[in-house]
T-cell receptor
């Protein structure tokens, strides 16, 4: 089965450091989402792309977060500088416009 | 604005019992999509079903069935003869028909007791 690949699987970093999370969407999928999951907030949509173009990143703290798709095989989510409140599981999902979406296994981020 | 409400935070059932997970949604769009995802203890999110707003037929897949009722804005999920492996958090989600921004509910944690 085709999978969405996220790296790293786990990341522990110190406050103030830059964190980069990567996602390889399923080949041929034209929509990519980034979600953050915490116990308090549940699943929050951070950003999403259609055909590599950003459609909505209103859920993202703009001052420290950035999301890009440099090419069709890679989506990145960067946090600079990271803060303890950014600790969460970050999920990437991809799909075709009009169909269901496949999620990656997530990146568990811990900022100490 | 879109909203998904899963009023049941946690449900416990004994194995082989049937269980229904409720999902109520709000949207102003006439075209929209509804989803259910399963998140087992391992943490991944597993796609279960997608339904568009024009298709109100109920769907059955093995022990799983879904009841979509536009009149009550509900998309409920029933597991028949529950099994321990069904223990997970189940999320209902909604996307509009245009940009397809997907909004998730808060999830229902299902525990199936042997």
């Amino acid at each position: 089965d085709a999978r969405v690949t996220q790296t790293p699987r786990d990341k522990v970093t110190e406050m103030g450091q830059e964190v980069t999370m990567r996602c390889q969407p399923i080949l041929g999928h034209n929509t990519v989402f980034w979600y953050r999951q915490t116990m308090m907030q549940g699943l929050e949509l951070l950003a999403y792309f259609r055909n590599r173009a950003p459609l909505d990143d209103s859920g993202m703290p703009k001052d420290r977060f950035s999301a890009e798709m440099p090419d069709a095989t890679l989506a990145t989510l960067k946090i600079q500088p990271s803060e303890p409140r950014d600790s969460a599981v970050y999920f990437c999902a991809s799909g075709l416009f009009g169909f269901g979406y496949t999620f990656g296994s997530g990146t568990r981020l811990t900022v100490v | 604005a879109q909203k998904v409400t899963q009023a049941q935070t946690e449900i416990s059932v004994v194995e082989k019992e049937d269980v229904t997970l409720d999902c109520v949604y709000e949207t102003r769009d006439t075209t929209y999509y509804l989803f259910w995802y399963k998140q087992p203890p391992s943490g991944e999110l597993v796609f279960l079903i997608r339904r568009n707003s024009f298709d109100e037929q109920n769907e059955i897949s093995g022990r799983y069935s879904w009841n979509f009722q536009k009149s009550t804005s509900s998309f409920n999920f029933t597991i028949t003869a529950s099994q321990v492996v069904d223990s997970a958090v189940y999320f209902c989600a909604l996307s509009d028909g245009g940009y397809q921004k997907v909004t998730f509910g808060t999830g229902t944690k299902l525990q199936v007791i042997p």
